[in-house]
């Protein structure tokens, strides 16, 4: 079965980094784009960045430009979000996702990873 699993979330001050990672199995990884997604309590799932299948083309919400990276492995089956300077508003649960159109609406995207979570102190 088809399996996302993420990692590399926690704590950390404003004006840090982290960097997370999404592992895919039991798909054909380089046939899907990878999107990440973030959901704060109280607040909808909302869409942080995507990036197509071979890396070549990425796209961004506005408050994440230039501080947030998405990328990907297409070896290791692997997306990464890298984030710096991170916020106090970043604080969500952050989800990737699997996607083979590569927009940036949730209810297209076919896989789930359970999530992890993100708390920027400020």
């Known amino acids: 079965q088809v399996q996302l699993v993420e990692s590399g979330g926690g704590l950390v001050q404003a004006g840090g980094s982290l960097r997370l990672s999404c592992a895919a199995s039991?798909?054909?990884?380089?046939?899907?784009?990878m999107g990440w997604f973030r959901q704060a309590p109280g607040k909808e799932r909302e869409f942080v960045a995507v990036?197509?299948?071979?890396?070549?083309?990425?796209y961004y919400t506005d408050s994440v430009k230039g501080r947030f990276t998405i990328s990907r492995d297409n070896a290791k089956n692997t997306v990464y979000l890298q984030m710096n300077s991170l916020k106090p508003e970043d604080t969500a649960v952050y989800y990737c996702?699997?996607?083979?159109?590569?927009?940036?609406?949730?209810?297209?995207?076919?896989?789930w990873g359970q999530g992890t979570q993100v708390t920027v102190s400020s």
């Open positions: 996702g699997a996607n083979r159109a590569g927009t940036y609406i949730a209810a297209t995207y076919d896989y």
């Open positions: 039991g798909l054909a990884f380089s046939n899907y784009a």
């Open positions: 990036i197509n299948w071979s890396g070549g083309s990425t």
